[in-house]
């Protein structure tokens, strides 16, 4: 397995602008470092989130695309202004705080698309996205719709990341669309820091079916370190 467990220092942590306690102790902070690693590992083209908030998965991208020096493109989509689960928040000071540490820390590799997911599909050619980040609003319908709408964009053998797939709570309705998908497909899962799915629905190149393979080592050496 040629998967490297990759030393880090993120520099979202040491910016004033953000909580730091949100990112290193919020509900994706146990995923940082698997998601540089895996970013370091394959080496995307087109990162697009869906859904960024305080922006904890966005600069853990960014910052494998700068450390790793990659010929990458981080997307960073949200309205910053909440939903029903994170609760409406009017998102200019988040908004111009991520914006702020993003042209400081990753000129030329983050980018900020303000506006709703379905708005920003235009602005990616089909098959261009190498990897996909959902982690809008989390009924069940919105994240089929999430998935259903960029699956297009989504290039081949690209990875799609499902955050929240263990919450059961409410309405929240991810773990059900996961299920469903993960039956039919190549994936991972972190059980940790609300659950973590990572898919290949357009196909897994032998590098990735190798890693798969060690996957419980894999699994397991990131649930010790979040």
Not at 6 to 34: K, Q
Not at 88 to 115: H, K, M, N, W
Not at 170 to 175: E, K, Q, R
Request: negative net charge; proline residues 6%.
């Amino acid at each position: 397995m040629d998967w490297e467990y990759h030393p880090v220092r993120f520099a979202a942590d040491h910016a004033p602008e953000l909580p730091l306690t949100y990112m290193t102790n919020g509900a994706w902070s146990g995923h940082r470092r698997f998601a540089y690693d895996l970013v370091r590992f394959a080496k995307p083209r087109l990162i697009a989130e869906l859904g960024t908030l305080y922006g904890t998965s966005f600069f853990s991208f960014c910052q494998a695309v700068k450390d790793g020096n990659l010929p990458a493109r981080c997307f960073a989509v949200d309205t910053w202004q909440g939903d029903m689960h994170t609760g409406y928040y009017g998102g200019d000071p988040i908004y111009e705080a991520v914006q702020s540490v993003t042209l400081r820390e990753f000129p030329g590799i983050g980018y900020l698309v303000r506006s709703h997911f379905d708005q920003a599909l235009a602005g990616f050619p089909d098959g261009s996205v190498d990897l996909l980040h959902i982690d809008g609003y989390h009924t069940y319908d919105a994240v089929l719709h999430d998935y259903t709408t960029w699956y297009p964009k989504l290039a081949e053998n690209g990875i799609v990341l499902f955050h929240d797939i263990v919450v059961r709570l409410g309405d929240f309705g991810v773990y059900r669309l996961w299920e469903k998908l993960s039956g039919g497909h190549p994936h991972l899962q972190f059980p940790h820091s609300n659950g973590l799915g990572v898919l290949f629905p357009k196909g897994c190149p032998p590098t990735f079916q190798a890693l798969l393979a060690h996957k419980d080592e894999l699994v397991a050496h990131y649930i010790d370190r979040a």
